[in-house]
């Protein structure tokens, strides 16, 4: 074997060592990836019970409903769609009605989402940027350009 064939060997192993490195990595995360989706993300391509992802939008006016506990059952939309949610825990500060807020968990076999993460808005300004461009998609963002820096 000349230099040449020897160089374009190890070369073409380490390529081939590195791709099924690449892969393995890439099939660990997809166990670990949330996607994020709106209402109506849910409403047109619904996903299979028990996948995990992240649902944001606006708590609907009026939807929030406590047991007395730390249960509390809300209704996220986009105004277009709405997504009930089940929550059993304590919820953030500045969780209300009329609010961005983004869900992690999974949808029911009911379509009911139950989440065991509810993050809140922070600020009078502040919204996450899936959530205000989802907004502004459907035309319904009423804050100004700066809030989702």
Sequence with gaps: MTRKQRRLTIIGAAGVVLAIAA?????AFNDTIVFF???TDLAEQPVAPGTRLRLGGLVKEGSVARDGGTH???VIT???HDTPVT???ILPDLFREGQGVVAEGAVGADGVFTADTVLAKHDETYMP???ADALKEKGVWQGEEKATQ
């Design 87 to 89: 929550y059993d825990g």
């Design 23 to 27: 892969g393995l990595v890439l099939y």
């Design 78 to 80: 986009d105004t277009e």
């Design 129 to 131: 940027r899936e959530v």
């Design 72 to 74: 509390v059952a809300f």
């Design 37 to 39: 989706k709106t209402p």
